[in-house]
């Protein structure tokens, strides 16, 4: 009785330490994944705002200048909901990693005798 309640938490404790390394690697992934896209803004940004300055500064005529500013901005738009939309695709991603790791989770727990037994004292 002893040596299966022993064998009982071992086998809950490897399965434990896996779920937390999985989880680990879901959140690992994700801000891998937003931090790409940060750079990958900030230098569009950069580089979008040196064009916004060359088109000022090569402009001698204020109509075209104005009509530069407005497709720049038109196009700054657009990046951003572009990105707004890239970022809510990883985040979403994400929840379904984290959904899928759950039932894993529930799965585990409600086919192994002794973590259901485990669950149901802790609740």
């Known amino acids: 009785m002893q040596k299966d309640f022993v064998a009982g938490i071992e086998e809950l404790n490897a399965a434990t330490v896996?779920?937390?390394?999985?989880?680990?690697?879901?959140?690992?992934?994700?801000?891998?994944?937003?931090?790409?896209?940060?750079?990958?803004?900030?230098?569009?940004?950069?580089?979008?705002?040196?064009?916004?300055?060359?088109?000022?500064?090569?402009?001698?005529d204020l109509s075209k200048m104005f009509e530069s500013q407005a497709n720049f901005v038109s196009e700054f738009n657009q990046r951003v909901v572009d990105d707004a939309q890239k970022t809510a695709e990883i985040l979403s991603e994400s929840k379904t990693e984290l959904s899928e790791w759950m039932e894993e989770?529930?799965?585990?727990?409600?086919?192994?005798?002794?973590?259901?037994?485990?669950?149901?004292?802790?609740?």
Not at 105 to 118: D, H, L, W
């Open 105 to 123: 989770g529930i799965k585990y727990v409600s086919n192994n005798p002794f973590a259901k037994a485990f669950a149901s004292k802790a609740a």
């Open 18 to 60: 896996k779920s937390i390394k999985s989880l680990g690697e879901i959140q690992l992934r994700a801000m891998e994944k937003i931090t790409e896209r940060q750079i990958a803004l900030a230098s569009d940004y950069m580089s979008q705002g040196v064009k916004q300055m060359q088109s000022i500064a090569g402009s001698k």
